[in-house]
């Protein structure tokens, strides 16, 4: 484990980095993402929108490696070095069913 000072960090990247970087998670969250939108939508084009969302997840799922080395953008660039996305796993999910 890592010793020392830090700030604390909130993210929204995978905790996979800094768990690889010997700090450790003091709590686990969980939360939820909703959609809020302005004036009168086309309900089409919010449709369309979930569908690619889902589709963009069910690809993710598949092949997970081909696309975690885009977590490397949310990071500033004197870290990428120390980085190894391979390892990482798909991150947050999305579900998309109703609340109530």
């Not at 369309?48 to 889902?54: F, G, Q």
């Not at 579900?95 to 109530?100: L, T």
Request: a positive charge; charged letters at 25%; one cysteine or more.
């Amino acid at each position: 484990m890592r010793q020392g000072t830090g700030r604390s960090v909130c993210s929204v990247v995978p905790i996979t980095s800094p768990s690889n970087s010997g700090f450790r998670k003091v709590i686990d969250t969980t939360f939820m993402i909703g959609t809020m939108i302005m004036a009168i939508p086309i309900r089409r084009t919010c449709a369309n929108s979930s569908v690619a969302l889902r589709k963009a997840q069910r690809d993710i799922d598949l092949r997970p490696e081909l696309y975690t080395h885009y977590y490397k953008n949310e990071f500033p660039d004197r870290f990428h070095k120390a980085m190894d996305t391979r390892r990482w796993g798909p991150g947050e999910r999305l579900v998309f069913e109703p609340y109530y």
